[in-house]
């Protein structure tokens, strides 16, 4: 099991020639989801060598433009590219309208099913789930509706020790799926093998957390509890507290701190202010927290097995 994310854009607000606004690539379990879709988010795919028929359903955090303006330009490159795939678009409500009343004008409707899952919900809640994976809601606190996402791999099979079931005659490779599945071994002779003396336990579920645009806001603990990995937004640094306050924005320091609360196993900080030309200044005053912390950078891919 493993998890692979790439980072597409990892700026603030207005896009430069080396700076890109927020969108994400996530492989988990077989999935590929793409997260926000801020301006030249196809562009940054193709640089990146993501194929663009992998991505059925995308997540939109909320509705500034540095997080979704690239995304009818994807939809309409979809088209353009004769995609018969259904997309899936989860996004705050209002999202549809926006981008419905944009192909509807320039009379570019898709030849796809374009499906959107629109959001209003404080609460977190389950938005994906199939045998694999489930995504949930995590509502963050900025000057709109916003969410974060946690992306969660569900529970594996359980794996064959081979040594041990081979002292056992008995057992067939026809028993091996029910042994996976968790379930005990009556010998002929009625003795029960309990699973575990027969099997080794699955590799834990990783997860992912995304927390774009938010002030600093220690209710999202408990949802992102021992993640695996987690990116939170980090604006500011503590010199411009008072301005993150009022924007509505995190420092890396406290960025640093919601990791420490949650106890995740690795900090991604991004979502820099165009202010600061050292990005190492953003680690420095995070890793004073939070050892753990890493850069995100355009082209950047983090692999965690």
């Known amino acids: 099991m493993s998890l692979k994310l790439t980072i597409l854009g990892c700026h603030s607000a207005t896009p430069r020639v080396n700076a890109h606004p927020t969108a994400q690539f996530l492989e988990i379990k077989n999935h590929h989801f793409l997260i926000d879709c801020g301006e030249g988010t196809q562009v940054q795919l ?59 004008l320039s009379n570019s409707w898709t030849q796809y099913p374009l499906l959107f899952h629109e959001l209003n919900s404080t609460e977190s809640e389950l938005i994906f789930e199939d045998a694999n994976v489930e995504v949930h809601t995590i509502p963050l606190d900025h000057r709109v509706y916003t969410n974060g996402f946690l992306f969660k791999e569900k529970l594996g099979e359980r794996k064959l020790n081979v040594n041990a079931i081979a002292k056992f005659s008995e057992i067939k490779i026809c028993d091996y799926q029910n042994l996976k599945n968790g379930r005990d071994f009556t010998l002929q002779n009625g003795t029960v093998l309990k699973n575990d003396s ?27 509890k021992n993640a695996t990995c987690l990116y939170h937004e980090t604006t500011f640094l503590k010199d411009k507290e008072a301005l993150a306050l009022t924007t509505k924005h995190a420092t890396a320091a406290q960025a640093a701190d919601i990791a420490q609360l949650a106890q995740v196993k690795q900090l991604i900080i991004g979502h820099y202010s165009s202010r600061y030309t050292n990005k190492e200044d953003f680690k420095i005053e995070a890793q004073e927290v939070f050892e753990n912390t890493h850069l995100a950078l355009e082209g950047k891919i983090f692999e965690i097995a």
């Open 46 to 104: 193709r640089k990146y060598g993501v194929k663009f028929s992998k991505i059925k359903h995308i997540f939109i955090s909320h509705l500034h433009g540095d997080h979704f303006y690239g995304l009818v330009g994807l939809i309409s490159t979809f088209r353009l590219l004769n995609r018969e795939a259904e997309l899936h678009i989860y996004a705050p409500k209002g999202l549809k309208e926006i981008i419905t009343l944009q192909l509807k």
């Open 198 to 224: 027969l099997t080794l336990d699955p590799p834990f579920p990783l997860s992912y957390a995304f927390c774009s645009d938010t002030a600093y806001f220690p209710e999202i603990v408990p949802l992102i």
